[in-house]
């Protein structure tokens, strides 16, 4: 996700790799993130960390379901996948994580004039509309993909 040419890096680390030893990678699905019932302002949250990603940190947010090509074009077999996310209520572990990600992107966000209100109430308001609609946060999905090194 923040490598500059993670195709060079893949054919960089499988060349220190023996022949028939796998080499594995994850990376995050970033806009797969969502709420069900969806609520709005968990879909605001998300938009603008994918937006901030993408237009100030310079990341490709949808890596995850990128590592097949990315295998591929490096000169590796199809990798097996798997897919797996955190999700639950709006539990102080994911309301963390959330707001984790929010302040480490929130200087490349003001740069952008990114906006989802004051930071110190959003929490709160997270949980109470996810409160009101019954709704449960669905973490960004974390990608997992393996292969192994190909015998001369």
């Known amino acids: ?14 060349g220190l790799v023996r022949p028939g030893g796998l080499v594995s ?9 969502r ?11 998300r938009d603008v960390i994918v937006q901030a990603f993408r237009g100030g940190a310079g990341a490709t947010t949808e890596t995850g379901t990128a ?3 990315l295998f591929r074009t490096a000169g590796l077999p199809m990798p097996a996948l ?12 994911i309301l963390g994580f959330v707001m984790g ?6 200087p490349v966000a003001v740069q952008l004039g990114l906006d989802v209100g004051d930071l110190d109430r959003l929490p709160a308001r997270l949980v109470a509309e996810a409160t009101e609609a019954g709704a449960i946060a669905i973490l ?13």
């Not at 996700?1 to 499988?14: E, F, I, N, S, T």
């Not at 990678?25 to 993130?33: H, I, L, M, W, Y």
């Not at 609520?39 to 949250?45: K, M, N, S």
């Open 1 to 14: 996700m923040h490598l500059p040419d993670p195709v060079a890096a893949l054919r960089r680390l499988a």
């Open 25 to 33: 990678f994850q990376d995050f699905e970033v806009s797969g993130a």
């Open 35 to 45: 709420s069900a019932p969806e609520i709005p302002l968990f879909d605001r949250v």
């Open 67 to 69: 590592l097949p090509g």
């Open 82 to 93: 798997t897919m797996g996310a955190c999700l639950g209520p709006l539990s102080p572990d």
């Open 101 to 106: 990600v929010w302040r480490a992107l929130l």
């Open 140 to 152: 960004p999905p974390l990608v997992s993909a393996w292969a192994r090194v190909p015998t001369a």
